[in-house]
Protein backbone atom coordinates (compact mmCIF):
# COMPACT_ATOMS: atom_id res chain seq x y z
CA UNK A 1 0.00 0.00 0.00
CA UNK A 2 2.68 2.21 0.95
CA UNK A 3 4.87 1.42 -1.82
CA UNK A 4 1.41 2.03 -4.22
CA UNK A 5 0.87 5.47 -2.68
CA UNK A 6 4.64 6.16 -2.78
CA UNK A 7 4.46 5.34 -6.32
CA UNK A 8 1.53 7.45 -7.26
CA UNK A 9 3.00 10.16 -5.81
CA UNK A 10 5.92 9.84 -7.06
CA UNK A 11 4.07 9.74 -11.01
CA UNK A 12 2.77 12.84 -9.79
CA UNK A 13 5.76 15.02 -8.83
CA UNK A 14 7.47 13.43 -11.85
CA UNK A 15 4.70 14.52 -14.30
CA UNK A 16 3.96 17.77 -12.54
CA UNK A 17 7.95 17.99 -12.95
CA UNK A 18 7.78 17.15 -16.19
CA UNK A 19 4.88 19.84 -17.00
CA UNK A 20 6.69 22.51 -15.84
CA UNK A 21 9.63 21.97 -17.69
CA UNK A 22 7.73 21.76 -20.62
CA UNK A 23 5.99 24.81 -19.56
CA UNK A 24 9.32 26.78 -19.04
CA UNK A 25 10.68 25.64 -22.21
CA UNK A 26 6.91 27.40 -24.29
CA UNK A 27 8.01 30.58 -22.23
CA UNK A 28 11.59 30.21 -23.11
CA UNK A 29 10.47 29.56 -26.69
CA UNK A 30 7.92 32.63 -27.07
CA UNK A 31 10.67 34.79 -25.12
CA UNK A 32 8.84 35.76 -22.08
CA UNK A 33 12.02 34.58 -20.24
CA UNK A 34 14.47 37.16 -21.55
CA UNK A 35 15.47 38.59 -18.82
CA UNK A 36 16.60 35.16 -16.98
CA UNK A 37 18.81 34.76 -20.56
CA UNK A 38 21.32 36.80 -18.99
CA UNK A 39 24.38 34.91 -18.79
CA UNK A 40 25.20 36.85 -14.83
CA UNK A 41 23.80 36.18 -11.99
CA UNK A 42 23.09 39.62 -10.22
CA UNK A 43 24.97 39.09 -6.56
CA UNK A 44 23.00 38.77 -3.18
CA UNK A 45 23.49 42.17 -2.49
CA UNK A 46 22.66 44.00 -5.92
CA UNK A 47 19.28 46.26 -5.65
CA UNK A 48 17.30 46.22 -8.66
CA UNK A 49 16.84 49.26 -9.88
CA UNK A 50 13.07 48.77 -11.08
CA UNK A 51 12.10 47.61 -7.43
CA UNK A 52 11.74 50.32 -4.63
CA UNK A 53 13.12 52.84 -6.58
CA UNK A 54 10.59 54.69 -8.29
CA UNK A 55 12.37 58.03 -9.43
CA UNK A 56 15.61 56.30 -10.56
CA UNK A 57 16.83 55.37 -13.79
CA UNK A 58 15.42 52.25 -14.86
CA UNK A 59 16.23 49.77 -17.85
CA UNK A 60 19.61 52.36 -18.35
CA UNK A 61 21.16 49.78 -20.26
CA UNK A 62 17.87 49.59 -22.93
CA UNK A 63 17.59 46.29 -24.46
CA UNK A 64 21.35 45.95 -24.90
CA UNK A 65 23.68 43.12 -23.28
CA UNK A 66 26.44 44.27 -21.41
CA UNK A 67 29.25 43.98 -23.42
CA UNK A 68 27.28 45.29 -26.19
CA UNK A 69 26.76 48.32 -24.47
CA UNK A 70 30.51 48.90 -23.60
CA UNK A 71 31.70 48.36 -27.16
CA UNK A 72 29.59 50.37 -28.59
CA UNK A 73 30.34 53.26 -26.15
CA UNK A 74 33.86 52.60 -27.15
CA UNK A 75 33.11 52.56 -30.71
CA UNK A 76 34.26 49.10 -31.78
CA UNK A 77 36.77 46.81 -31.14
CA UNK A 78 40.10 48.56 -31.58
CA UNK A 79 41.70 45.56 -32.77
CA UNK A 80 39.26 44.89 -35.89
CA UNK A 81 40.65 47.06 -38.65
CA UNK A 82 37.49 46.61 -40.53
CA UNK A 83 35.56 48.58 -37.85
CA UNK A 84 38.21 50.93 -38.22
CA UNK A 85 37.82 51.45 -42.00
CA UNK A 86 33.56 51.80 -41.45
CA UNK A 87 32.14 54.67 -40.05
CA UNK A 88 31.59 55.30 -36.20
CA UNK A 89 28.59 52.78 -35.24
CA UNK A 90 25.68 54.84 -33.98
CA UNK A 91 25.74 55.97 -30.47
CA UNK A 92 29.34 54.98 -29.62
CA UNK A 93 30.85 58.37 -26.88
CA UNK A 94 34.35 57.46 -27.27
CA UNK A 95 37.23 55.36 -29.21
CA UNK A 96 39.87 53.13 -27.87
CA UNK A 97 41.42 53.23 -30.79
CA UNK A 98 43.28 56.39 -30.56
CA UNK A 99 45.49 54.27 -27.68
CA UNK A 100 46.04 51.88 -30.07
CA UNK A 101 47.44 54.54 -32.35
CA UNK A 102 49.77 56.27 -30.14
CA UNK A 103 51.06 52.83 -29.20
CA UNK A 104 52.04 52.30 -32.90
CA UNK A 105 53.08 56.11 -33.70
CA UNK A 106 55.23 56.25 -30.24
CA UNK A 107 56.36 52.09 -30.02
CA UNK A 108 57.38 51.42 -33.72
CA UNK A 109 56.90 54.10 -36.13
CA UNK A 110 59.08 56.67 -33.85
CA UNK A 111 61.55 54.11 -33.12
CA UNK A 112 61.90 52.26 -36.09
CA UNK A 113 61.45 54.94 -38.75
CA UNK A 114 64.60 56.58 -38.72
CA UNK A 115 66.78 53.62 -39.36
CA UNK A 116 64.91 52.36 -42.69
CA UNK A 117 66.86 55.90 -44.33
CA UNK A 118 69.83 55.25 -42.29
CA UNK A 119 69.92 51.30 -43.25
CA UNK A 120 69.58 52.37 -46.96
CA UNK A 121 72.15 54.65 -46.67
CA UNK A 122 74.42 51.98 -44.98
CA UNK A 123 73.92 49.78 -47.16
CA UNK A 124 74.56 52.29 -50.15
CA UNK A 125 78.30 53.39 -48.05
CA UNK A 126 78.90 49.65 -48.40
CA UNK A 127 78.06 48.73 -51.94
CA UNK A 128 80.44 51.82 -52.89
CA UNK A 129 83.56 50.62 -51.14
CA UNK A 130 83.11 47.12 -52.63
CA UNK A 131 82.01 48.26 -56.30
CA UNK A 132 83.05 52.03 -56.84
CA UNK A 133 81.33 54.26 -59.32
CA UNK A 134 79.88 52.47 -61.87
CA UNK A 135 82.07 53.98 -65.00
CA UNK A 136 81.28 54.17 -68.68
CA UNK A 137 83.54 51.31 -70.48
CA UNK A 138 84.27 53.04 -73.05
CA UNK A 139 84.79 56.17 -71.77
CA UNK A 140 83.02 59.30 -72.49
CA UNK A 141 82.36 59.36 -76.16
CA UNK A 142 81.96 63.42 -76.68
CA UNK A 143 79.17 62.61 -78.68
CA UNK A 144 75.29 63.07 -76.78
CA UNK A 145 72.00 61.99 -77.40
CA UNK A 146 69.14 64.08 -76.07
CA UNK A 147 67.00 62.41 -73.47
CA UNK A 148 64.88 64.40 -71.32
CA UNK A 149 63.41 67.91 -72.50
CA UNK A 150 63.30 71.13 -70.29
CA UNK A 151 59.64 70.26 -69.60
CA UNK A 152 60.61 67.21 -68.03
CA UNK A 153 63.81 68.49 -66.31
CA UNK A 154 62.00 71.17 -64.83
CA UNK A 155 59.38 69.24 -63.51
CA UNK A 156 62.04 66.52 -62.57
CA UNK A 157 63.57 68.93 -59.91
CA UNK A 158 60.58 70.92 -59.12
CA UNK A 159 59.26 67.34 -57.35
CA UNK A 160 62.81 67.12 -56.20
CA UNK A 161 62.98 70.74 -54.21
CA UNK A 162 59.39 70.32 -53.10
CA UNK A 163 59.88 66.64 -51.79
CA UNK A 164 63.10 67.51 -50.03
CA UNK A 165 61.30 70.42 -47.86
CA UNK A 166 58.78 68.18 -47.23
CA UNK A 167 61.36 65.23 -46.11
CA UNK A 168 63.26 67.45 -44.05
CA UNK A 169 60.17 69.15 -42.54
CA UNK A 170 58.22 66.05 -41.86
CA UNK A 171 61.47 63.91 -40.45
CA UNK A 172 61.21 67.11 -37.49
CA UNK A 173 57.61 66.60 -37.09
CA UNK A 174 57.83 62.82 -36.95
CA UNK A 175 61.02 62.47 -35.65
CA UNK A 176 62.04 65.89 -33.55
CA UNK A 177 60.90 64.54 -29.95
CA UNK A 178 62.72 61.11 -30.15
CA UNK A 179 66.37 62.86 -31.70
CA UNK A 180 66.01 66.12 -31.42
CA UNK A 181 64.44 66.90 -27.79
CA UNK A 182 66.80 64.83 -25.69
CA UNK A 183 69.91 66.37 -27.35
CA UNK A 184 69.32 70.04 -28.58
CA UNK A 185 66.26 70.67 -25.71
CA UNK A 186 62.38 71.04 -25.96
CA UNK A 187 62.26 74.50 -26.75
CA UNK A 188 64.52 73.74 -30.13
CA UNK A 189 62.29 70.99 -30.78
CA UNK A 190 59.42 73.24 -30.58
CA UNK A 191 60.29 75.90 -32.51
CA UNK A 192 61.61 73.61 -34.96
CA UNK A 193 58.16 71.46 -34.79
CA UNK A 194 56.14 74.71 -35.46
CA UNK A 195 58.49 75.81 -37.97
CA UNK A 196 58.35 72.87 -40.05
CA UNK A 197 54.65 72.13 -39.65
CA UNK A 198 53.96 75.10 -41.11
CA UNK A 199 56.25 74.50 -43.93
CA UNK A 200 55.26 70.97 -44.56
CA UNK A 201 51.53 72.11 -44.60
CA UNK A 202 52.71 75.09 -47.21
CA UNK A 203 54.15 72.66 -49.79
CA UNK A 204 52.15 69.75 -49.14
CA UNK A 205 49.56 71.25 -52.18
CA UNK A 206 52.37 71.69 -54.35
CA UNK A 207 53.35 68.09 -53.84
CA UNK A 208 50.20 66.96 -55.52
CA UNK A 209 50.92 69.68 -58.08
CA UNK A 210 54.38 68.26 -58.63
CA UNK A 211 53.06 64.59 -58.84
CA UNK A 212 50.40 65.28 -61.30
CA UNK A 213 52.85 67.26 -63.79
CA UNK A 214 55.63 64.14 -63.44
CA UNK A 215 53.04 61.72 -64.14
CA UNK A 216 52.19 63.63 -67.38
CA UNK A 217 55.97 63.86 -68.28
CA UNK A 218 57.26 60.79 -67.67
CA UNK A 219 54.29 57.74 -67.77
CA UNK A 220 55.25 57.37 -71.71
CA UNK A 221 58.08 54.76 -71.48
CA UNK A 222 57.32 53.63 -67.96
CA UNK A 223 54.84 50.87 -67.95
CA UNK A 224 56.70 47.60 -67.70
CA UNK A 225 57.89 45.14 -70.38
CA UNK A 226 58.95 41.45 -70.45
CA UNK A 227 62.69 42.37 -71.29
CA UNK A 228 62.26 44.49 -67.14
CA UNK A 229 62.39 40.38 -66.05
CA UNK A 230 65.58 39.43 -67.37
CA UNK A 231 66.64 42.92 -65.21
CA UNK A 232 65.34 41.59 -62.52
CA UNK A 233 67.08 38.15 -62.85
CA UNK A 234 70.49 40.27 -63.33
CA UNK A 235 70.03 42.52 -60.59
CA UNK A 236 69.86 45.41 -62.77
CA UNK A 237 74.08 44.54 -63.48
CA UNK A 238 74.70 46.03 -59.84
CA UNK A 239 76.58 43.05 -59.46
CA UNK A 240 78.16 42.42 -63.32
CA UNK A 241 76.87 41.71 -66.59
CA UNK A 242 74.96 43.66 -68.92
CA UNK A 243 71.56 44.46 -68.97
CA UNK A 244 69.40 45.36 -71.64
CA UNK A 245 67.17 48.27 -70.83
CA UNK A 246 65.05 50.65 -73.22
CA UNK A 247 64.32 54.24 -72.70
CA UNK A 248 64.15 53.34 -68.64
CA UNK A 249 64.95 49.92 -66.57
CA UNK A 250 63.01 48.30 -64.02
CA UNK A 251 64.34 49.86 -61.50
CA UNK A 252 63.58 53.38 -62.69
CA UNK A 253 59.84 52.31 -64.38
CA UNK A 254 59.59 51.10 -60.34
CA UNK A 255 60.71 54.44 -58.26
CA UNK A 256 58.35 56.03 -61.14
CA UNK A 257 55.47 54.46 -60.14
CA UNK A 258 56.23 53.96 -56.17
CA UNK A 259 56.44 57.70 -56.34
CA UNK A 260 53.18 58.10 -58.29
CA UNK A 261 51.31 55.34 -56.43
CA UNK A 262 52.66 56.38 -53.07
CA UNK A 263 52.71 60.01 -53.72
CA UNK A 264 48.63 59.62 -54.34
CA UNK A 265 48.15 57.99 -51.03
CA UNK A 266 50.32 60.91 -49.23
CA UNK A 267 48.56 63.62 -51.38
CA UNK A 268 45.29 61.59 -49.87
CA UNK A 269 46.00 61.05 -46.76
CA UNK A 270 47.75 64.48 -46.46
CA UNK A 271 44.87 66.44 -46.98
CA UNK A 272 42.94 64.70 -44.48
CA UNK A 273 45.30 66.05 -42.28
CA UNK A 274 45.52 69.38 -43.32
CA UNK A 275 41.35 69.59 -43.41
CA UNK A 276 40.44 67.35 -41.00
CA UNK A 277 37.06 68.43 -41.06
CA UNK A 278 36.69 66.42 -44.13
CA UNK A 279 35.70 63.54 -42.09
CA UNK A 280 33.61 62.85 -39.17
CA UNK A 281 35.85 59.72 -37.90
CA UNK A 282 38.76 60.51 -35.96
CA UNK A 283 39.96 56.98 -37.06
CA UNK A 284 40.47 58.04 -40.52
CA UNK A 285 43.23 60.71 -39.47
CA UNK A 286 44.82 57.89 -37.27
CA UNK A 287 44.85 55.50 -40.23
CA UNK A 288 45.82 58.76 -42.52
CA UNK A 289 48.89 59.25 -39.73
CA UNK A 290 50.16 56.18 -40.01
CA UNK A 291 50.52 55.95 -43.47
CA UNK A 292 51.31 59.13 -44.27
CA UNK A 293 54.20 58.70 -42.03
CA UNK A 294 54.95 54.95 -43.59
CA UNK A 295 54.61 56.04 -47.48
CA UNK A 296 57.61 59.15 -46.42
CA UNK A 297 59.74 56.32 -45.00
CA UNK A 298 59.73 54.32 -48.15
CA UNK A 299 59.70 57.23 -50.72
CA UNK A 300 62.62 58.87 -48.47
CA UNK A 301 64.29 55.70 -47.84
CA UNK A 302 64.09 54.53 -51.85
CA UNK A 303 65.22 58.13 -52.89
CA UNK A 304 68.79 57.66 -51.79
CA UNK A 305 69.29 54.73 -53.79
CA UNK A 306 67.55 56.90 -56.62
CA UNK A 307 70.36 59.84 -55.53
CA UNK A 308 73.10 57.51 -55.06
CA UNK A 309 72.49 56.23 -59.11
CA UNK A 310 71.75 59.15 -60.42
CA UNK A 311 75.08 61.26 -58.86
CA UNK A 312 77.80 59.05 -57.22
CA UNK A 313 77.17 55.64 -58.06
CA UNK A 314 76.91 56.04 -62.14
CA UNK A 315 79.09 58.02 -64.31
CA UNK A 316 77.27 60.38 -66.46
CA UNK A 317 73.84 59.67 -65.49
CA UNK A 318 73.44 63.29 -63.97
CA UNK A 319 74.10 64.59 -67.12
CA UNK A 320 70.30 63.32 -68.56
CA UNK A 321 68.79 65.96 -66.43
CA UNK A 322 71.36 68.57 -66.28
CA UNK A 323 71.72 69.03 -69.74
CA UNK A 324 68.93 66.56 -71.25
CA UNK A 325 71.75 65.00 -72.88
CA UNK A 326 73.39 62.04 -72.00
CA UNK A 327 77.00 60.53 -73.60
CA UNK A 328 76.59 57.85 -76.35
CA UNK A 329 78.41 55.12 -74.86
CA UNK A 330 76.56 55.53 -71.47
CA UNK A 331 73.15 54.84 -73.66
CA UNK A 332 74.70 51.92 -75.21
CA UNK A 333 75.77 50.54 -71.97
CA UNK A 334 72.46 51.47 -69.76
CA UNK A 335 69.79 51.90 -72.26
CA UNK A 336 70.85 49.90 -75.07
CA UNK A 337 67.59 49.50 -76.53
CA UNK A 338 66.52 52.88 -76.32
CA UNK A 339 69.83 53.79 -78.27
CA UNK A 340 69.04 51.80 -81.01
CA UNK A 341 65.37 53.24 -81.06
CA UNK A 342 66.35 57.06 -81.52
CA UNK A 343 69.59 56.37 -83.11
CA UNK A 344 68.39 52.98 -85.93
CA UNK A 345 71.83 51.77 -85.10
CA UNK A 346 73.27 49.10 -83.20
CA UNK A 347 74.36 49.47 -79.92
CA UNK A 348 76.73 46.53 -79.86
CA UNK A 349 78.59 47.65 -83.29
CA UNK A 350 81.53 49.99 -83.63
CA UNK A 351 81.17 52.98 -85.06
CA UNK A 352 82.25 52.56 -88.80
CA UNK A 353 82.22 48.78 -88.66
CA UNK A 354 78.61 48.51 -89.74
CA UNK B 1 68.44 93.78 -26.73
CA UNK B 2 67.50 90.58 -27.85
CA UNK B 3 68.03 89.11 -31.32
CA UNK B 4 64.09 89.60 -32.30
CA UNK B 5 64.31 93.12 -30.66
CA UNK B 6 67.95 93.75 -32.83
CA UNK B 7 66.60 92.84 -36.19
CA UNK B 8 63.21 94.25 -35.86
CA UNK B 9 65.12 97.54 -34.55
CA UNK B 10 68.85 98.64 -35.10
CA UNK B 11 69.56 96.12 -38.08
CA UNK B 12 66.13 96.71 -39.76
CA UNK B 13 66.61 100.81 -39.55
CA UNK B 14 70.51 100.46 -41.04
CA UNK B 15 69.02 97.69 -43.53
CA UNK B 16 65.87 100.07 -44.72
CA UNK B 17 68.20 103.18 -45.26
CA UNK B 18 70.72 101.19 -47.30
CA UNK B 19 67.74 99.89 -49.18
CA UNK B 20 66.21 103.39 -49.85
CA UNK B 21 69.19 105.14 -50.32
CA UNK B 22 71.88 103.13 -52.46
CA UNK B 23 68.23 101.94 -54.88
CA UNK B 24 67.67 105.70 -55.41
CA UNK B 25 71.11 106.13 -56.18
CA UNK B 26 71.38 103.71 -58.42
CA UNK B 27 67.84 104.62 -60.21
CA UNK B 28 68.64 108.49 -60.62
CA UNK B 29 71.95 107.26 -61.45
CA UNK B 30 70.74 105.50 -64.67
CA UNK B 31 67.67 108.57 -65.47
CA UNK B 32 71.11 110.78 -65.24
CA UNK B 33 72.84 108.90 -67.82
CA UNK B 34 69.89 109.69 -70.36
CA UNK B 35 70.66 108.42 -73.65
CA UNK B 36 72.90 109.12 -76.91
CA UNK B 37 71.41 112.77 -78.19
CA UNK B 38 69.64 111.48 -81.81
CA UNK B 39 69.77 113.85 -84.76
CA UNK B 40 67.84 111.69 -86.87
CA UNK B 41 64.09 113.29 -87.56
CA UNK B 42 61.84 111.84 -85.41
CA UNK B 43 59.46 109.01 -87.09
CA UNK B 44 57.40 108.71 -84.19
CA UNK B 45 56.75 109.49 -80.39
CA UNK B 46 59.85 108.17 -78.31
CA UNK B 47 56.81 108.90 -75.34
CA UNK B 48 54.79 106.50 -77.04
CA UNK B 49 57.61 104.25 -77.62
CA UNK B 50 58.28 104.53 -73.56
CA UNK B 51 54.94 103.02 -72.89
CA UNK B 52 54.39 100.59 -75.42
CA UNK B 53 57.50 98.86 -74.65
CA UNK B 54 56.50 98.73 -70.96
CA UNK B 55 53.51 97.36 -71.76
CA UNK B 56 54.16 94.99 -75.04
CA UNK B 57 57.01 93.01 -73.22
CA UNK B 58 54.48 91.73 -70.38
CA UNK B 59 53.43 89.46 -73.34
CA UNK B 60 56.24 86.94 -74.99
CA UNK B 61 56.54 87.18 -78.80
CA UNK B 62 54.94 84.48 -80.59
CA UNK B 63 57.34 82.79 -81.46
CA UNK B 64 59.41 82.31 -77.94
CA UNK B 65 55.89 81.54 -76.08
CA UNK B 66 55.87 78.30 -76.90
CA UNK B 67 59.59 77.26 -76.24
CA UNK B 68 59.36 79.28 -73.10
CA UNK B 69 55.99 78.73 -71.53
CA UNK B 70 57.45 77.42 -68.43
CA UNK B 71 59.69 80.20 -67.77
CA UNK B 72 56.51 82.99 -68.13
CA UNK B 73 53.90 80.65 -65.92
CA UNK B 74 56.32 80.92 -63.59
CA UNK B 75 57.75 84.44 -63.59
CA UNK B 76 53.94 85.17 -63.35
CA UNK B 77 53.44 83.19 -60.86
CA UNK B 78 56.51 84.19 -58.75
CA UNK B 79 55.75 87.74 -59.07
CA UNK B 80 52.07 88.00 -58.87
CA UNK B 81 52.20 85.37 -55.83
CA UNK B 82 55.03 87.69 -54.00
CA UNK B 83 53.10 90.69 -54.74
CA UNK B 84 49.94 89.45 -53.40
CA UNK B 85 51.37 88.00 -50.24
CA UNK B 86 53.79 90.90 -49.96
CA UNK B 87 51.56 93.84 -49.94
CA UNK B 88 48.14 91.76 -48.95
CA UNK B 89 49.21 90.04 -45.81
CA UNK B 90 48.14 90.75 -42.89
CA UNK B 91 51.30 90.39 -40.60
CA UNK B 92 52.68 92.93 -43.47
CA UNK B 93 50.34 95.44 -43.25
CA UNK B 94 50.26 95.43 -39.19
CA UNK B 95 53.82 96.16 -39.96
CA UNK B 96 53.55 98.64 -42.30
CA UNK B 97 51.21 100.44 -40.35
CA UNK B 98 53.88 100.06 -37.39
CA UNK B 99 56.21 102.10 -39.25
CA UNK B 100 53.97 104.52 -42.19
CA UNK B 101 50.71 104.37 -40.24
CA UNK B 102 48.70 103.37 -42.90
CA UNK B 103 47.10 100.12 -43.71
CA UNK B 104 44.41 98.37 -45.98
CA UNK B 105 41.61 95.30 -45.91
CA UNK B 106 44.11 92.11 -45.58
CA UNK B 107 43.76 89.11 -47.40
CA UNK B 108 42.29 86.40 -45.44
CA UNK B 109 44.63 83.56 -44.17
CA UNK B 110 43.90 81.13 -46.88
CA UNK B 111 44.13 83.53 -49.83
CA UNK B 112 47.48 84.73 -48.36
CA UNK B 113 48.53 80.58 -48.45
CA UNK B 114 47.24 80.39 -51.51
CA UNK B 115 49.14 83.28 -52.96
CA UNK B 116 52.18 81.80 -50.61
CA UNK B 117 52.33 79.06 -52.50
CA UNK B 118 51.90 80.12 -56.35
CA UNK B 119 54.54 82.42 -55.37
CA UNK B 120 56.88 79.14 -54.33
CA UNK B 121 55.41 77.50 -57.18
CA UNK B 122 56.70 79.68 -59.28
CA UNK B 123 60.37 80.73 -57.96
CA UNK B 124 61.78 77.21 -57.61
CA UNK B 125 60.20 76.77 -61.28
CA UNK B 126 62.32 79.89 -62.51
CA UNK B 127 65.57 78.55 -60.29
CA UNK B 128 65.74 74.79 -61.39
CA UNK B 129 65.12 76.25 -65.19
CA UNK B 130 68.30 78.32 -64.51
CA UNK B 131 70.21 75.11 -63.73
CA UNK B 132 68.50 73.35 -66.07
CA UNK B 133 68.47 74.82 -68.81
CA UNK B 134 72.22 74.57 -70.55
CA UNK B 135 71.30 78.31 -71.99
CA UNK B 136 70.41 79.57 -68.64
CA UNK B 137 72.82 78.07 -67.06
CA UNK B 138 75.67 79.76 -69.06
CA UNK B 139 73.98 83.31 -68.64
CA UNK B 140 73.33 82.98 -64.91
CA UNK B 141 76.09 84.08 -62.30
CA UNK B 142 76.63 83.88 -58.69
CA UNK B 143 74.12 86.98 -58.26
CA UNK B 144 71.20 85.51 -59.81
CA UNK B 145 71.60 82.36 -57.44
CA UNK B 146 71.99 84.68 -54.41
CA UNK B 147 69.20 86.62 -55.04
CA UNK B 148 66.93 83.62 -56.03
CA UNK B 149 67.73 81.69 -52.57
CA UNK B 150 67.54 85.57 -50.05
CA UNK B 151 64.36 86.01 -51.41
CA UNK B 152 63.37 82.52 -50.97
CA UNK B 153 64.66 82.19 -47.58
CA UNK B 154 62.81 85.43 -47.06
CA UNK B 155 59.52 83.81 -48.04
CA UNK B 156 60.22 80.74 -46.53
CA UNK B 157 61.12 81.77 -42.86
CA UNK B 158 57.95 83.77 -43.23
CA UNK B 159 55.57 81.15 -43.84
CA UNK B 160 57.96 79.11 -41.42
CA UNK B 161 56.18 81.76 -38.35
CA UNK B 162 53.21 81.67 -39.25
CA UNK B 163 52.19 80.19 -36.62
CA UNK B 164 53.14 82.99 -34.33
CA UNK B 165 54.28 80.58 -31.52
CA UNK B 166 58.15 81.22 -31.03
CA UNK B 167 58.57 84.90 -31.11
CA UNK B 168 62.41 83.78 -32.64
CA UNK B 169 61.21 82.61 -35.71
CA UNK B 170 59.82 85.73 -36.77
CA UNK B 171 63.09 87.33 -35.79
CA UNK B 172 64.98 84.41 -38.21
CA UNK B 173 62.56 85.79 -40.69
CA UNK B 174 63.36 89.65 -40.04
CA UNK B 175 66.86 88.59 -39.93
CA UNK B 176 66.73 87.23 -43.36
CA UNK B 177 64.29 90.56 -44.31
CA UNK B 178 67.08 92.40 -43.57
CA UNK B 179 69.75 90.88 -45.65
CA UNK B 180 67.55 91.23 -48.31
CA UNK B 181 66.98 94.51 -48.15
CA UNK B 182 70.96 95.23 -47.88
CA UNK B 183 71.68 93.09 -50.88
CA UNK B 184 69.14 94.25 -52.78
CA UNK B 185 70.16 97.50 -54.72
CA UNK B 186 73.46 96.16 -55.54
CA UNK B 187 71.98 92.78 -57.32
CA UNK B 188 69.97 92.12 -60.47
CA UNK B 189 67.40 92.43 -57.73
CA UNK B 190 67.07 95.67 -58.82
CA UNK B 191 65.05 94.73 -61.74
CA UNK B 192 62.00 95.19 -59.49
CA UNK B 193 62.71 99.05 -60.35
CA UNK B 194 64.53 99.13 -63.39
CA UNK B 195 62.57 97.35 -65.61
CA UNK B 196 60.34 100.00 -65.97
CA UNK B 197 63.64 101.91 -67.30
CA UNK B 198 65.12 99.07 -69.37
CA UNK B 199 61.75 98.75 -71.45
CA UNK B 200 61.04 102.31 -71.55
CA UNK B 201 64.30 102.96 -73.02
CA UNK B 202 64.09 100.41 -75.71
CA UNK B 203 60.74 101.09 -76.14
CA UNK B 204 61.93 104.93 -76.70
CA UNK B 205 64.27 104.19 -78.80
CA UNK B 206 62.10 102.14 -81.23
CA UNK B 207 59.46 104.36 -81.20
CA UNK B 208 61.24 107.81 -81.90
CA UNK B 209 62.29 105.64 -85.36
CA UNK B 210 58.53 104.73 -85.98
CA UNK B 211 58.86 101.02 -84.79
CA UNK B 212 57.05 98.75 -82.83
CA UNK B 213 59.32 97.88 -79.57
Known amino acids: MQNTLLTSARTSVGKLGTGLALLLVLLMLFGATETYAQSVRAPGNAVNLDDGIEDGPSNALGDDSQSDFWRNFRGGDPNDIKQMLEARPEGAVLTTTGQHWRELRENYIRKYAGWFPLGVIALLLLYHLIKGKMRIKGGFSGKTLPRFNINQRVSHWFMASVFTILGVTGLIILLGRPLIAPYLGKEVNSVLTSASMQGHNLFGPLFIVALVWMFIKFVRGNFFQWVDLKWIFKLGGFFGGHVSSSQFNFGEKSWFWLVILVGIVMSGTGILLLFPWLVDDLRWLQLSTILHAGGAILLISVLFGHIYVGTAGMEGSIDSMLKGEVDENWAKEHHDLWYEEVTGKSATEEEGTS | ?213
Not at chain 2, 128 to 133: A, P
Not at chain 2, 143 to 170: K, N, P, Y
Open chain 2, 1 to 213: MGFVGFVEGPLFYIAAAIFALAAAWRVFGLIRMGRKPDISPPKGSATAGFIKGNLRHFLPRGMFARRTWIHIVGGYAFHLGLFVLFFFGAFHIDFIKQYLGISWTPLPRWGFILASEIAFAGLIVLWVRRFSDPVMRLISDRDDHIGTWLTFLVMLTGCLALQQSHEVLRGIHMLFVDIWLIYFPFSRLMHAFTFVLSRGHTGATYGRKGMNP
